[in-house]
């Protein structure tokens, strides 16, 4: 028997996979950089390919707190006199005389006459007289200059996020300020008569907009500019004022609501008069109405009002649109197998992103569970989570012990 279609789903739909990469083909990487302090270089994405000044390390060094001699001096006596000192940031000067080592710490330079480093505790010192257990190696314990990056050698290449270990990498390499892509500007605004801003008394009928502070921490950790238009009503006027205000101060124009069939759902319709609606409706629950377009030089992305549809079409459509506008590379989303604990229903029609908790047994296999019911408008479904289980478009309803496929949230969702 044929299992029965999703009633939301019909024919015209376009999968995600199909879908994602056409809305990908019609934004563009910013052109515009700036140079920025190091200080102020966190999240921001490099717009050059920079190679080290420097040899890594600079220096041969030691990494271990002891001494450092000559391997070959340890064979006529295991006992060396104590020439001097190295400390980090005051190398040792003196003259190589045979049979001699000299206290060392780590990070202190390692003197060209000399070419291995015993710990401390491999060690016995007897006031001037060091007795040494000799390592395996000639080289033990040094550091060797440029052993990690040559000067010239690619560090970083365009397009790369800096995270902290980039701002230390820089740093290391010694770059005071950086190349980075402009910082783009979305500007987002709810629409829907019930909505009242948190702060305020509610009234028959009416509801807190959520959908601005979930947007408003998506697009925090996406690394952008936020202008925050707040709830416009139900009214064309009032869009089309918002939407002109929005296009003419952003890059992107982003608003939950409005883009379903009702009565109110005004989104659309203005969209088409001021601007160019390109694309509408995906193969996806939740977020199958989503409008994608042109609004003056901005990019147009419409989230369905319900709270979990806007996060879930901001997370799979308008976060791969933005890190490509931003001047990122592709981000491949990881997924993994895990085992269903519990069964699904679901009717064949759209890819589903379920909203679920992904964790290991005793066994140590991963397994996965939803987190309960999963109306489009239970946000409480998304805190809950930690990972989608991604439900192929033709999948039906799933038994507890099947094999699914599990996607992380990723640092944009955690
Ligand atoms: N006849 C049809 N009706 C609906 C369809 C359909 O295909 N045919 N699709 C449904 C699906 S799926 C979705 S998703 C929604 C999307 O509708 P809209 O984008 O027009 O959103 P609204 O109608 O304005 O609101 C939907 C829902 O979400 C609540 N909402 C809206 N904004 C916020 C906000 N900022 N914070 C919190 N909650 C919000 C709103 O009160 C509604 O309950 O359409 C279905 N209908
Ligand atoms: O696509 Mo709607 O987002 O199912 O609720």
């Given at each position: 028997m044929q299992a029965k279609q999703d009633p939301c789903s019909h024919p015209g739909l376009m999968h995600p996979d199909q879908a994602i990469p056409k809305l990908l083909d019609q934004v563009q990487p910013t052109a515009d950089t700036e140079v920025v302090q190091l200080n102020q270089a966190m999240g921001r994405i490099l717009a050059e390919d920079l190679a080290s000044?420097?040899?890594?390390?600079?220096f041969d060094n030691s990494s271990m707190d002891g001494y450092a001699f000559r391997l070959a001096d340890l064979q006529q006596s295991s006992t060396l006199k104590l020439a001097g000192y190295s400390f980090a940031g005051h190398p040792y000067e003196g003259e190589y005389q045979p049979g001699t080592c000299i206290r060392i710490m780590t990070g202190a330079p390692v003197p060209a006459c000399y070419d291995t480093v015993q710990m401390q505790e491999k060690t016995q010192a007897d006031g001037e007289l060091i007795t040494i257990e000799a390592?395996?190696?000639?080289?033990?314990n040094v550091r060797g200059r440029g052993e990690e990056l040559k000067a010239g050698d690619k560090v970083l290449v365009k397009g790369t996020r800096i995270g902290a270990a980039e701002m230390g990498v820089l740093a290391t390499i010694g770059q005071s300020q950086v190349r980075v892509y402009r910082q783009l500007t979305v500007a987002f605004f709810s629409t829907g008569d019930e909505l009242r801003p948190v702060g305020s008394d509610l009234a028959p009928g009416q509801i807190y907009d959520s959908n601005r502070y979930s947007i408003l921490g998506l697009l925090q950790k996406a690394g952008v500019n936020w202008l925050d238009l707040g709830v416009i009503a139900d009214d064309p006027e009032a869009i089309r004022a918002a939407f002109l205000e929005a296009s003419s101060n952003a890059d992107m124009v982003l608003t939950s609501g409005?883009?379903?069939?009702?009565?109110?759902?005004y989104t659309k319709q203005i969209l088409d008069e001021e601007g160019e609606i390109t694309f509408w409706k995906m193969?996806?629950?939740?977020?199958?109405?989503f409008a994608f377009g042109k609004l003056g030089d901005a990019v147009f992305c419409g989230l369905p009002g319900n709270p979990v549809s806007s996060m879930v079409t901001f997370y799979k459509i308008v976060m791969p649109l933005l890190q490509k506008m931003q001047g990122l590379p592709p981000q491949p989303s990881l997924s993994v197998k895990a085992t269903l604990t519990s069964p699904i229903r679901k009717h064949p029609g759209r890819v589903e992103y379920q909203r679920a908790i992904l964790s290991r047994n005793d066994q140590g296999e991963l397994e996965v569970c939803t987190t309960g019911s999963q109306g489009s408008g239970m946000l409480t479904s998304m805190s809950l989570a930690n990972s989608f289980i991604v439900m192929p478009q033709m999948q039906g309803d799933t038994p507890a012990g099947t094999q699914v496929d599990v996607e992380p949230f990723n640092e944009i969702l955690s």
């Open positions: 000044m420097l040899d890594l390390p600079p390592p395996d190696a000639t080289g033990t409005g883009v379903s069939v009702g009565d109110a759902d193969a996806i629950k939740p977020g199958k109405p």
